[in-house]
């Protein structure tokens, strides 16, 4: 697990084709005297990774076809830049929210502007995955844990402020760029819990929840 708030950015040093999927290595300086183990959790832009070799301040992932397929990872290039950061520990601090990453998909930049100090960031995300997007609700993307402004029907909008500009790869996206992004895991189990296939003996139902205040009735 980890919290969306970002440690690092790491370069992309190294990328080999191997039998279908693909192995990467990340350069990362300040993880260099890090307790990092071989079989430690990484996310990468949000894509949680497992360090299978590490050679002084590079870590080597390899990723799969699975992951390939729902993530940019087969378009990463040396030298791109990516938002590192490291499994949480029970004594983190959860200063974001809890993330898992696993990336659900892939949303895309569509609007870009100023808003005082901050920058106000639109997002089209996937009709199949904007139903979990909400208001005020907690959202990851690129790794980064941010709370969504408001939404509108498949776009939804953020505030970045100028520090996580600065710590991380946000401020380097354009009009068009997509991005990983991972919806609130409270969302997801919700919905699951929600859609008739959980046992008879439950007692979690719609209107229990809406007599306790979680949904409207």
Request: contains cysteine; aromatic residues 6%; charged residues 20%.
């Amino acid at each position: 697990m980890f919290t969306g708030i970002i440690e690092t950015i790491g370069t992309v040093i190294a990328t080999k084709q191997l039998g279908g999927d693909i192995r990467i290595t990340v350069q990362a300086p300040a993880f260099a005297e890090r307790d990092v183990a071989l079989g430690d959790s990484i996310a990468s832009n949000g894509v949680c990774l497992t360090v299978i070799e590490q050679h002084g301040d590079a870590f080597v992932f390899d990723v799969s076809r699975e992951t390939i397929t729902h993530s940019l990872i087969g378009e990463w290039k040396v030298g791109a830049r990516v938002n590192l950061e490291m499994a949480m520990l029970p004594t983190t601090r959860l200063g974001g929210h809890l993330v898992s990453g696993h990336v659900d998909g892939l949303a895309q930049l569509c609007q870009l502007e100023t808003d005082a100090r901050s920058t106000r960031m639109v997002f089209r995300a996937p009709a199949d995955l904007s139903r979990y997007i909400a208001r005020k609700g907690s959202i990851t993307i690129n790794g980064v844990s941010l709370t969504v402004n408001s939404v509108a029907g498949d776009e939804f909008d953020v505030n970045v402020i100028p520090h996580t500009f600065e710590v991380t790869t946000l401020g380097g996206l354009g009009i068009g760029d997509k991005v990983h992004i991972e919806v609130d895991l409270i969302a997801r189990y919700l919905e699951r819990l929600m859609s008739g296939e959980q046992p008879q003996h439950s007692s979690l139902t719609a209107g229990f929840l809406a007599e306790h205040g979680f949904k409207s009735s």
